[in-house]
C-alpha cells in the first residue's frame, strides 16, 4: 500500500465545480486585486474563529513584517523566538533591521519556552514572535504575563495554526497580533500565495491596513512608505470556498492523530504531547526518534512517504552565522531537529492507510 506525505488533488477534486463557477464570477466581475472576493472571504474567515477583522494579504511572510512595523521592532532592538519553525518566522525581525534572539523549546510540545523568554531578557528586548508549531498552541498564558512585565509586543506566527485554540480563544486573537500563511500545503491553503493578519488592538489593524496598500489611507495619498501586500482576488474566491469545509477536515486530522497516538508503540519513539489546555488542529503529526533516518528508510521501502520538518534549526543557518550561536547552544531544538520525521498528516487519508502508516512505522 502507498501512503503519499501529502496529496492536494485529493482534496480538491470534490471541491472542482464549485472553485470554478468561483473564479468565473471573479473572472466576471474583474475586482483582481483585494476587492469583493477577498472582503468576503475577510468577513466568513474572521467569522469562524471570532476575530474582528481579518486582513488578506499576498503571503503569509508579508503578515510577518507587518507585525515587526506595528510592534515598532527596529535596528538595535531584540526580538525574542523560536528557532525551530519555518524561515519566515523570523524574517520579519531582520526585515526590520532587528536582531533576532534565538531561544530554545519545550520538550514536550516544541513551541518556544516561556522559562527560555525570561531568562533572554534584556533592556533591548522589544517583543516576542511565537510560533504555534505544527498547529500546537504554545503557552501563552505565561507568554502573556512575561511581555505585560516588560512592554513586548507579541506576535503569534499562526501559519500552521489556522483555528487551533488556547483555553477556548483562537490562536492569533492572543498576542498583540496574529498571521497566516495560506501557502497550498497549509491546513487552509490557497492555489498560489496567500496570507492574513489579524490583531486585537483596532489601531494596529489601521496601521496594517494601511501598510497593505502603499500607505494609502486613500487613492493617491500615501501617509507612510507602504507595501504591496494586496491578496489576490481569485485566492479569495478559492479560499472562501474552502474555508466551509475546515472544520470538517480539522475535525478528521484531530481524529487521525488520536489513532496514530494510540496505535504508535515503537520503542523509543517520542509522540506529539497534547497540552489540556489547548487544542491543536494538527498541521503536522511530528515524532522524535534516535535512529529517524533509517526509520524514515523502513517507512520508504514500506511505502510511507515522510519528511523532516525541520531538518536545521534557524539559529544554526548560514543567514544567522553572524549571530554567533554556537552548535549545541539550543539543545533541545537541535535534538529535535535531529530527531523528527512527520508521518502523512491531510484529511483524506483513509483508514486503511493510517492503519497502514502505524503498522509500519511499529514494525521498524
Ligand atoms: C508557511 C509558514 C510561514 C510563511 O508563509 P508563506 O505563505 O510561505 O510566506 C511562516 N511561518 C510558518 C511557521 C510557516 O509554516
Redesign the pocket.
Known amino acids: 500500500m502507498k501512503v503519499p506525505f501529502l496529496d492536494l488533488r485529493l482534496q480538491h477534486q470534490p471541491l472542482r465545480a464549485e472553485v470554478m463557477a468561483a473564479l468565473g464570477d471573479t473572472y466576471d466581475h474583474t475586482r483582481f486585486c483585494l476587492g469583493q472576493d477577498v472582503d468576503d472571504f475577510e468577513r466568513a474567515f474572521s467569522a469562524a474563529f471570532g476575530y474582528a477583522r481579518t486582513l488578506g494579504m499576498n503571503?503569509?511572510?508579508?503578515p510577518?513584517h507587518v507585525a515587526s512595523i506595528c510592534g515598532g521592532f527596529g535596528p538595535g532592538d531584540e526580538v525574542i523566538t523560536t528557532p525551530f519553525?519555518?524561515?519566515?518566522?523570523c524574517?520579519g525581525i531582520s526585515y526590520v533591521g532587528a536582531t533576532p534572539v534565538f531561544v530554545d523549546i519545550d520538550p514536550d510540545t516544541w513551541c518556544i519556552s516561556p522559562e527560555a523568554i525570561a531568562k533572554a531578557i534584556t533592556p533591548k528586548t522589544k517583543g516576542i514572535v511565537v510560533?504555534?508549531?505544527f498547529g500546537q498552541p504554545a503557552r501563552m498564558d505565561e507568554i502573556m504575563a512575561i511581555a505585560k512585565a516588560h512592554k513586548l509586543f507579541v506576535v503569534e506566527?499562526c501559519?500552521?495554526a489556522v483555528g487551533a485554540t488556547y483555553k477556548g480563544t483562537a490562536v492569533g486573537a492572543i498576542g498583540d497580533c496574529g498571521?497566516f500563511?495560506?501557502?497550498p500545503?497549509?491546513n487552509l491553503g490557497a492555489c498560489g500565495?496567500?496570507?492574513a493578519f489579524v490583531s486585537k488592538h483596532p489601531a494596529v489593524m489601521d496601521r496594517a491596513q494601511l501598510l497593505r496598500v502603499h500607505g494609502s489611507p486613500r487613492r493617491y495619498a500615501h501617509a507612510e512608505v507602504g507595501f504591496n501586500f494586496r491578496m489576490d482576488g481569485f485566492q479569495g474566491a478559492i479560499l472562501r470556498v474552502k474555508l466551509k469545509h475546515l472544520a470538517e477536515w480539522t475535525a478528521r486530522r484531530r481524529a487521525i492523530a488520536a489513532k496514530y497516538r494510540t496505535g504508535l508503540k515503537l520503542a523509543g519513539v517520542q509522540l506529539p504531547v497534547v497540552p489540556s489546555y489547548g487544542e491543536s488542529v494538527w498541521?503536522q503529526f511530528t515524532m522524535l526518534h534516535p535512529q529517524r533516518d533509517a526509520l524514515r528508510g523502513h517507512l520508504d521501502r514500506c511505502g510511507v512517504g515522510t519528511e523532516i520538518i525541520y531538518p536545521g534549526p534557524m539559529h544554526r543557518q548560514e543567514c544567522y552565522a553572524a549571530l554567533g550561536y554556537a552548535a549545541g547552544s539550543i539543545p533541545v531544538a537541535e535534538a529535535a531537529s535531529a530527531r523528527c520525521v512527520s508521518l502523512p498528516m491531510f484529511p483524506e487519508l483513509t483508514d486503511e492507510q493510517v492503519a497502514h502508516v502505524i503498522a509500519s512505522v511499529n514494525s521498524f
Open positions: 503571503s503569509g511572510t508579508s510577518l519553525t519555518f524561515a519566515s518566522s524574517w510560533v504555534h508549531i506566527d501559519a500552521q498571521t500563511s495560506f501557502y500545503t497549509k500565495e496567500g496570507g498541521h
